[in-house]
């Protein structure tokens, strides 16, 4: 093919020429288990398109393909900006690399075709095409290129390309013509379109002009309603006086079912009336036992309305593990308040390193479950004191060619240190366990180089105990004696003070509170190092002596 020109991105395009046209079977992605339609080769010959695509042409459906993305094309002048922008890169920088389908001259770019735009591909029997969607990227244009946070720099500089749908069938060819047939919205090119779906998320006045555009796609469409209704609400909440702090509202459940998974391991399907939303993976629910404890349990699926727990015994049970297992049966009411997202969703990352020692699972199956049905690329690792201490059976069997699993009966042990050193390429690490692993953890990241931003770690038992200190508390003057055995976020509830929380294990972040003087017994990886100096988590970290804090 000949080198592209590089002509003035903004002028609009007059006539253009199909230079080639790609196609691709999936084939497995280099370095990954997973397969891909990224590695598409030009056609030599006269290819059809349907409504769902180009004829021989596969996809991921989970984030490509479908009536609204059925073509893809990017305009191949943008090569040459990356390859000078990368040139660590610059081999893989050549045209095709974005997986697209179509590659044509005459300067079609992001900021001179529009939304709804309809456009004749070839004579008679060719092919008309509508322009649905700006190209949303997804983390396999990281590994395309081996540049970590590539594919959020496709649409910060728009160059992401666009997807067609198909009004009417046909054939096409290299020599092609393309013409514009009909443009309805001038003014909402796709790079202007990405402004507001990605950079100005908040101007809810052009949001409310883009959700009336009916040519999008269902992913921009469900996205442009999602984003006003959000604004609108905020803006009432403004209108009445400004947002205001709601108390935690707790709601009476029914222990619908509980069932043995394990010797020790049981699992409650709590549920009350009403419809109830889909939870998305990575929640666990807040709960309250009529023995007054308040305790946080991982969700592995269900609905705000209904939804199941892993829970084991605890040998140190402080209360609320035992309550459940000795005592809660099935029929009876516990009250339930909110249902938190915690373990996040990376999509940027290549790879997934899952760590689960025990009952450490449950915060995983729901994403497992997820990612294999979304074909990403995950394993994880499943310390276990032995094969009869698995829980949830079939949902592991299901997913059983992901999973290591060490069985410390037979002596094995899991080699954290290794796993991390030999991980995939931009790999992102979860761990949910004992505190001593999630130590070996932060211990093994940092012997690997590895940053904060590439881990997330769920404790579900920390030790919050520790030598009695006293504090002040800024904005009131009291000052409050800490116990030995009590949290310093119990106290301040005790003295009639509200803190924000959470999961109350010191994973989230949410109870953090001011350090104004004195030091502090960090505990918990809710708060990162840069924070530690003036701030600490409220349910599980301890003051030495004395301390000053503001909330």
């Known amino acids: 093919m000949a080198p592209i020109s590089q002509p003035d991105l903004w002028a609009p395009w007059e006539s253009a020429t199909i230079l080639q046209v790609r196609t691709s079977t999936m084939k497995q992605m280099r370095g990954l288990s997973i397969t891909t339609g990224i590695y598409k080769l030009p ?3 006269r290819v059809f398109c349907s409504s769902t695509g180009l004829e021989s042409d596969e996809h991921d459906l989970t984030f490509h393909g479908g009536v609204d993305k059925a073509v893809h094309q990017y305009f191949p002048g943008h090569y040459k900006d990356w390859k000078e922008e990368h040139p660590e890169a610059e081999e893989a920088f050549e045209v095709g690399g974005f997986g697209e389908n179509l590659v044509a001259n005459g300067g079609m770019n992001e900021r001179n075709v529009c939304i ?7 004579g008679q029997d060719g092919v008309l095409l509508q322009i649905s969607l700006p190209r949303q990227p997804c983390f396999k244009l990281n590994h395309r290129f081996g540049l970590k946070g590539f594919a959020t720099q496709t ?6 390309g666009w997807y067609y749908r198909v009004l009417e069938e046909g054939w096409m060819e290299v020599g092609d013509k393309v013409t514009l047939v009909e443009r309805k919205y001038p003014h909402w090119t796709i790079e202007r379109v990405q402004e507001y779906l990605h950079r100005d998320k908040d101007n809810l006045q052009k949001l409310m002009e883009l959700e009336k555009i009916e040519e999008f796609g269902d992913e921009c469409k469900n996205a442009f309603k999602t984003r006003v209704a959000k604004l609108k609400a905020e803006e009432e909440g403004k209108a009445n006086g400004g947002k205001k702090k709601e108390p935690e509202v707790w709601q009476e459940f029914e222990v619908v079912e509980k069932k043995a998974e394990t010797s020790r391991i049981a699992s409650f399907i709590l549920e009350r009336p009403g419809e109830g939303e889909e939870l998305d993976p990575g929640f666990f629910a807040r709960l309250k036992l009529p023995n007054g404890l308040i305790r946080p349990y991982s969700i592995v699926g269900g609905t705000t309305t209904r939804f199941q727990l892993g829970i084991a015994l605890e040998e140190d049970s402080r209360g609320g593990s035992r309550y459940l297992h000795e005592v809660i049966q099935q029929e009876d009411k516990i009250l339930v308040g909110k249902l938190t997202e915690s373990v996040p969703f990376p999509s940027f990352a290549s790879n997934h390193i899952l760590l689960a020692g025990g009952i450490g699972i449950t915060a995983f199956l729901a994403h497992m479950d997820i990612y294999s049905q979304i074909n990403f690329n995950y394993t994880l690792h499943y310390a276990v004191r032995s094969t009869e201490d698995i829980p949830f059976r079939s949902l592991v069997e299901k997913m059983r060619s992901n999973i290591v699993i060490y069985n410390k009966s037979k002596g094995e042990r899991m080699d954290v240190l290794q796993i991390l050193k030999d991980r995939t390429w931009n790999s992102f690490v979860y761990g949910c366990g004992p505190q001593r692993m999630i130590e070996d953890i932060i211990r093994s990241s940092k012997e690997c180089g ?3 931003e590439e881990i997330h770690l769920e404790a579900f038992q920390i030790a919050t105990s520790g030598d009695p200190f006293t504090v002040e508390v800024k904005k009131t003057g009291q000052v409050l004696a800490v116990d030995g055995e009590k949290t310093l976020l119990e106290t301040i509830r005790e ?5 924000d929380s959470s999961c109350e294990t010191g994973n989230c972040g949410t109870c953090r509170v001011e350090v104004c003087q004195g030091r502090v017994d960090h505990r918990g990886s809710g708060l990162g190092g ?22």
């Open 43 to 45: 056609r030599t010959t």
């Open 116 to 122: 709804g735009d309809i456009i004749r591909v070839g």
């Open 155 to 160: 649409w910060k500089k728009s160059r992401t």
């Open 450 to 452: 590895m940053s904060p």
């Open 495 to 499: 003295a009639g003070l509200e803190v």
């Open 530 to 551: 840069e924070n530690k100096a003036n701030a600490m988590l409220s349910c599980v970290s301890r003051g030495i002596g004395h301390i000053v804090i503001d909330f």
